[in-house]
């Protein structure tokens, strides 16, 4: 049966069928509309709103009965995928610990999980940790998991002595990895560069770059590091895939050895603060054999995805440089494009773009977020700071705003005794 879209009749049960709601669906909605049909146009604004809310109150008796259909037919599914696995042999005690949840309690999907979170957590020497109750809280059905793992809340050793029997445990239930766990994260794993964590000297920073994005001019991610001011402070090295890892714009290019004792050569005496891993595929795959020989430091991260994002990840990581002498703060900048401009904010100050300078250029004005302007602030080494910059290139906006925002971020109020 084919319906013209253009002549649908809401109070016909045919229409609704060929729209894809079932019969039974179908007929209700058509009744409904045959008892509440629409006013004409010419009717009162008040009528036919009166009559669009008679209708829907008609219809929320049907609308509630789908929710709860489309709730029960969660919760069978959900049900029936575990009981599949564990009729395949698949047996996990999670699973188990779900469906005598169901059997001799009585829950539903949601406790069920519940209650196997509390199970795990009791049998693995864990403690009580429910995170979908308010902090301090635990629902009733993780405490029920909780207890019939073992756990005890009232008990001061519960922990220790709990964490001694997963401990000794011949048969452990839980599911063991079958990867080993190393001591340090591999750099494939590593997350990408953002304006978060706090800046780092130039000299504490060290790159190690791919040879293939090295010689790839058409990424741009080169470019960027050699236009970056005081970019040759950081450590820079190139991983080369069957010939190991040098320094970049090194004089000999075929040096030959155990990357791991070059590795350990070109890291002798450094202690560098943020490390970021630009690779991709053979490179990256190699730089993971020897993540081992890469120091910890407090920030490690790596750019990933398309070209588009490796800049934008690159921009973030080369603008948390600093110079000796220089304090920015970290964290991250909210950015705001408004009608009259761009807008960023970092703490309580906000960065705006204030429009044209006279006779040339662009202001931009840090604020406070009252509005009032950021007057009075001044660097840890006692020099005030001015609210306002007046810059030429509209396009480099961004990056003078976050500069901005984050010396104010970094600075301390003015007194004037402590400046005598």
């Known amino acids: 049966m084919?319906?013209?879209?253009?002549?649908?009749?809401?109070?016909?049960a045919a229409c609704w069928i060929a729209h894809g709601r079932r019969p039974e669906h179908a007929d209700v909605l058509a009744s409904v509309w045959t008892d509440y049909p629409d006013l004409p146009s010419e009717a009162p604004l008040h009528e036919r709103m009166a009559r669009s809310r008679a209708r829907v109150a008609a219809l929320r008796p049907f609308n509630d009965a789908i929710r709860e259909e489309a709730e029960r037919e969660r919760q069978r599914a959900n049900f029936a995928c575990v009981e599949r696995r564990v009729a395949s042999g698949q047996i996990r005690p999670f699973d188990q610990a779900i469906l005598q949840a169901r059997s001799q309690h009585g829950y539903n999907w949601d406790a069920a999980v519940l209650y196997a979170q509390g199970r795990y957590a009791a049998e693995a020497g864990w403690e009580p940790r429910d995170f979908s109750a308010p902090p301090g809280e635990t629902s009733p059905a993780y405490?029920?998991?909780?207890?019939?793992?073992?756990?005890?809340?009232?008990?001061?050793?519960?922990?220790?002595?709990?964490?001694?029997?997963?401990?000794?445990?011949?048969?452990?239930?839980?599911?063991?990895?079958?990867?080993?766990?190393v001591a340090r994260p591999a750099p494939s794993s590593w997350p990408s560069p953002t304006d978060a964590p706090r800046p780092a000297l130039w000299s504490k920073r060290t790159v190690i770059i791919g040879a293939a994005t090295a010689s790839n001019a058409?990424?741009?991610?080169?470019?960027?590091?050699?236009?970056?001011?005081?970019?040759?402070?950081?450590?820079?090295?190139?991983?080369?895939?069957?010939?190991?890892?040098?320094?970049?714009?090194?004089?000999?290019?075929?040096?030959?050895?155990?990357?791991?004792?070059?590795?350990?050569?070109?890291?002798?005496?450094?202690?560098?603060?943020?490390?970021?891993?630009?690779?991709?595929?053979?490179?990256?795959?190699?730089?993971?054999?020897?993540?081992?020989?890469?120091?910890?430091?407090?920030?490690?991260?790596?750019?990933?995805?398309?070209?588009?994002?490796?800049?934008?990840?690159?921009?973030?990581?080369?603008?948390?440089?600093?110079?000796?002498?220089?304090?920015?703060?970290?964290?991250?900048?909210?950015?705001?494009?408004?009608?009259?401009?761009l807008s960023g904010r970092l703490g309580e100050f906000v960065a705006r773009?204030?429009?044209?300078?006279?006779?040339?250029?662009?202001?931009?004005?840090?604020?406070?977020?009252?509005?009032?302007?950021?007057?009075?602030?001044?660097?840890?080494?006692?020099?005030?700071?001015?609210?306002?910059?007046?810059?030429?290139?509209?396009?480099?906006?961004?990056?003078?705003?976050?500069?901005?925002?984050?010396?104010?971020?970094?600075?301390?109020?003015?007194?004037?005794?402590?400046?005598?």
Request: glycine letters at 10%.
């Open 143 to 181: 405490a029920q998991g909780f207890r019939d793992g073992g756990g005890c809340f009232d008990d001061l050793f519960d922990v220790a002595r709990r964490s001694f029997a997963a401990t000794a445990r011949t048969g452990d239930p839980l599911p063991i990895s079958a990867t080993p766990r």
């Open 218 to 341: 058409a990424a741009g991610l080169m470019t960027m590091l050699q236009a970056q001011p005081r970019h040759e402070m950081a450590h820079i090295i190139i991983a080369d895939v069957g010939r190991g890892f040098r320094a970049w714009r090194s004089a000999d290019l075929h040096q030959i050895g155990d990357p791991a004792d070059q590795l350990r050569a070109m890291f002798a005496g450094i202690e560098p603060d943020d490390l970021l891993i630009i690779a991709d595929g053979e490179d990256l795959a190699w730089i993971d054999r020897h993540a081992g020989m890469l120091p910890l430091c407090r920030t490690m991260e790596r750019t990933r995805n398309s070209a588009i994002q490796q800049r934008a990840q690159l921009r973030a990581w080369l603008e948390r440089g600093l110079c000796e002498g220089e304090v920015l703060a970290g964290g991250h900048i909210r950015w705001t494009k408004l009608a009259q401009g």
């Open 353 to 420: 773009y204030a429009g044209k300078a006279q006779p040339r250029g662009h202001r931009i004005v840090i604020e406070l977020r009252d509005g009032d302007p950021a007057i009075g602030f001044m660097t840890p080494q006692g020099k005030l700071l001015s609210p306002e910059a007046i810059i030429t290139n509209k396009d480099h906006m961004r990056r003078h705003m976050a500069g901005m925002l984050r010396r104010f971020a970094s600075a301390i109020p003015h007194h004037r005794d402590a400046a005598a």
């Open 2 to 12: 084919t319906i013209d879209p253009a002549a649908f009749d809401p109070a016909s």
